[in-house]
């Protein structure tokens, strides 16, 4: 099944930010990078060399993979688009990380994908369908001057 950018908004609605490194009580786990961008697959249950993190807008603890699937490199650009309730972020992708999307969201339909930017999990949704637009649209809690600023840090790369 193919969806186009329209419908992104069911496979991800942004939260806000995460915690992240390693649980008390537990042994040393490998800590989630500061990366600018990235899409994890994710899991609710801890797996080996999996990340905690916390989606702080729901409190839930996911698990983060230990690679990313698409990073940084990928994007061709961000911009602020209008949201249904605030701003939005609309992220292009390269031609090749267009492809690389698409795969990974027909391989991975019914798991959770995160979203990191700025070393933070923004989201983490269930993959529903095989996203071939190369685009990928970021609803939620951002202000007008928030999204700007992820928009020209995505963009500075």
């Known amino acids: 099944m193919k969806i186009s950018a329209v419908l992104l908004a069911s496979l991800l ?3 806000c930010a995460s915690s992240r490194g390693t649980e ?3 042994e040393a786990r490998a800590e989630l990078p500061s990366p600018v961008f990235e899409l994890r697959l994710a899991d609710a249950e801890a797996g080996d060399r ?3 993190a916390t989606i ?10 230990p ?10 650009g961000a911009e602020v688009v209008p949201g249904k309730q605030s701003p939005a972020l609309k992220l ?7 492809r690389r999307f698409a795969d990974l969201t027909e391989k991975h339909q019914g798991e959770p994908l995160a979203v990191i930017i700025g070393g933070e999990a923004i989201t983490a949704s269930v993959i529903r369908a095989t ?27």
């Not at 702080?56 to 993979?65: H, K, N, P, Q, V």
């Open 131 to 157: 996203i071939v637009s190369g685009v990928l649209v970021l609803e939620g809690y951002y202000s007008e001057d928030e999204a700007r600023r992820i928009a020209a840090a995505l963009s500075r790369r």
């Open 13 to 15: 609605v942004a939260g």
């Open 67 to 76: 690679e990313a699937a698409l990073a940084i490199d990928d994007l061709a």
């Open 50 to 52: 999996m990340i905690p």
């Open 92 to 98: 292009t992708f390269t031609r090749s990380g267009a």
């Open 24 to 26: 008390p009580g537990t």
């Open 56 to 65: 702080r807008s729901t409190g839930e603890t996911i698990y983060l993979a």
